[in-house]
């Protein structure tokens, strides 16, 4: 059962990737979507619903999700856009986390679990997956879908995969609300230089603060550390 499972989710999303490449071949469906949802003018609720429909459904299939963002930034309030945005995104990325453990992590692990590069790279995630999902995320340039369907296969835990994904679709929902926001209020960013700019920017802030709150964890770390060992074993007296 679970491998008819598996071969259909494959077909589908290969299908669907398909089609969408064919369809956005023609048309823009970015420009498509801003049209239909300005049908709906201030009817927030309905935008929020229908962009996180299409999300959802778009990160399970492997689908690019980008234009759905800029969308918020374009019909929704500027912050309330962002919270909207990585909300709809975390809530999709995890679903599409428990799809792949569910459906694909057993037979991969059968397969592939007894080789030496998979251990070493099981070993790292163990010890590393929180930090490593929330760089690869920030630097928004690794495409979504290889961060969501490659990382539930291998053995990092729930917890670091939800902690690292809520920090790194921060810079990524500043991203593409930004953009939206830009488009919204005509201060449009016509060259890619200055779209790419923008990216870098925010990608780079994020990547600070991340190695920011690494380092402090680390020297914290340290402190504790060094603090037990006082207590086990106290400083000897000069005197």
């Keep these: 059962m679970v491998r008819f499972f598996r071969i259909t989710i494959v077909i589908i999303i290969l299908l669907f990737l398909g089609g969408f490449f064919m369809i956005s071949a023609e048309y823009d469906l970015q420009s498509e979507l801003i049209q239909f949802l300005e049908k709906l003018e201030t009817a927030y609720i309905w935008i929020v619903l229908i962009i996180f429909g299409l999300t959802l459904f778009s990160t399970l299939a492997g689908l690019p999700v980008l234009y759905l963002g800029v969308a918020l930034g374009v019909f929704i309030p500027y912050l309330p ?11 999709s990325v995890m ?8 459906v694909f992590s057993r037979n991969i692990k059968e397969r592939y679990g007894s080789k030496k590069m998979m ?4 070993k790292r995630i163990k010890k ?5 999902v929330a760089l690869s995320r920030s630097i928004y340039i690794i495409p979504t879908n290889i961060i969501n369907f490659s990382f539930p296969l291998s053995r990092i835990t729930l917890r670091q995969y939800f902690n690292g994904t809520m920090m790194g679709l921060i810079p990524e929902s500043f991203i593409n609300v930004t953009t ?3 488009l919204k209020n005509q201060i449009i960013l016509l060259t890619a230089p200055q779209k790419d700019l923008v990216s870098i920017l925010i990608s780079t802030a994020a990547l600070a603060v991340i190695a ?10 340290r402190k504790v550390k060094k603090a037990r060992i006082n207590d086990i074993i106290p400083p000897l007296n000069e005197d």
């Design 180 to 182: 939206g926001y830009l």
């Design 128 to 132: 590393y997956g929180l930090w490593t």
């Design 212 to 221: 920011l709150v690494i380092v402090i964890l680390y020297y914290r770390k």
């Design 119 to 122: 251990k070493k790279i099981n």
């Design 81 to 91: 856009a962002v919270g909207i945005a990585w909300f709809i995104s975390l809530i």
């Design 95 to 102: 679903t599409t986390f428990y799809m792949v453990k569910s």
